[in-house]
């Protein structure tokens, strides 16, 4: 944890079992947190929490957070939650429309409504950069206007940012809003570079590149991300209202580029077939770049570049070969608690 943070007693971590929740809960209970995990295991693996499954502060739930019962025998003594749980997959949104809305926003309404049934006074919500569409300004700031919004990934987010706010408003709870760039880093399973990687080692002569390949895009590495949040924590722990902060770094990297870095990675020469223009799908935005100042301002500071990110995310994919081997769908799984 950071210097800047306050201590966290016991946290519930919504999607505790993904990429960026398993990695934050090893954090709180490296720094003496208690930690509950809530994971529904569509996309989070057990294997991420390997090393804390059996920590004498460390409880899982197993459920989805809009089953009955499931939060409320997690926020039990929690002063904070971290929702992570979410539906993460902006490219298919318009393929199931209600899937955004489902696990996004109501899934972020009733983490709310048990906090505040619970008494739970705090809740630090995993946003995201999306919510900007395509902005007009460069670097993006938290003020800037909203467009119109490109995807349903982002307006539901969006949505989400405006439950926190109105529970914070009048219910005095602290909010904060953590707008991400995209993470890299160990235990990355899903985006492009993973993408990328699959493609090359099952076929490393051809690679398919959603659209030019010269969106520039932002990402941040995972121990940096949460080092971010825990400043957020540690500066408005005692403070009702809500903060919103963008994360991620003022550097931007071409697609293109990212594919040089895989491909030179894995020794592989590829044909390289772009495909969809500007934007490889409905929603991917041509270029995405936000305004750090405030989070800086704060007295954090990213530490990793883009490049090694993604080579320490190569290097963790070489590792761990199921997590990239197989493609895993959301299917609905018959789920119990173990406290």
């Known amino acids: 944890m950071t210097a800047s943070s306050a201590p ?36 989070g693996r057990r294997e991420f929490l390997a090393s804390i499954l059996d920590h004498p502060r460390f409880s899982l739930v197993e459920g989805d ?28 949104g318009f393929e199931r429309p209600r899937w955004d809305l489902e696990q996004n926003t109501l899934a972020t309404s009733r983490v709310l409504e048990a906090m505040r049934t619970a008494d739970v006074r705090r809740i630090l919500f995993a946003s995201s950069g999306s919510v900007y569409g395509e902005p007009a300004v460069f670097p993006t ?12 990934y982002g307006a539901s987010k969006l949505a989400c940012e405006g439950l926190v706010a109105a529970y914070s408003a009048g219910f005095g709870l602290t909010g904060i809003v953590c707008r991400f760039v995209s993470i890299l880093g160990e235990r990355y399973t899903h985006g ?11 076929d490393p002569d051809h690679l398919v590149v959603l659209g030019d390949g010269h969106q520039e895009k932002s990402y941040l590495y995972v121990q940096d991300c949460i080092d971010a949040m825990l400043a957020c924590v540690g500066r408005h722990a005692d ?19 990212s594919v040089r870095i895989i491909t030179h990675h894995l020794g592989a020469t590829p044909e390289i077939v772009h495909s969809g223009g500007i934007r490889g799908w409905i929603g991917d935005s041509p270029l995405i770049l936000l305004d750090t100042t405030r989070i800086r301002e704060l007295g954090w500071e990213w ?31 018959n789920r119990g608690s173990r406290r």
Request: net charge negative; charged share 25%; hydrophobic share 40%.
């Open 192 to 202: 492009h570079v993973v993408d990328f990687y699959r493609q090359l080692r099952r």
């Open 303 to 333: 530490r990793v570049t883009i490049s090694k990110a993604i080579e320490l995310t190569l290097d963790w994919l070489d590792d761990n070969e199921y997590a990239w081997r197989e493609q895993r769908s959301a299917p609905h799984r």
């Open 65 to 92: 957070v809009l089953e009955p019962g499931v939060l409320e025998s997690a926020l039990a003594g929690c002063d904070w939650v971290f929702h992570l749980q979410a539906n993460a997959d902006v490219r298919r």
């Open 141 to 152: 700031p938290e003020d800037a206007p909203f467009p119109q919004q490109t995807s349903l």
């Open 239 to 257: 403070e009702p209202g809500t903060f919103i902060y963008n994360l991620g770094t003022d550097r931007t990297i071409l697609v293109d580029e």
């Open 8 to 43: 966290i007693r016991r946290a519930c971590v919504t999607g505790g079992a993904g990429f960026i929740g398993s990695n934050l809960a090893d954090r709180l209970i490296d720094a003496g947190s208690e930690v509950v995990v809530v994971d529904n295991f569509r996309t």
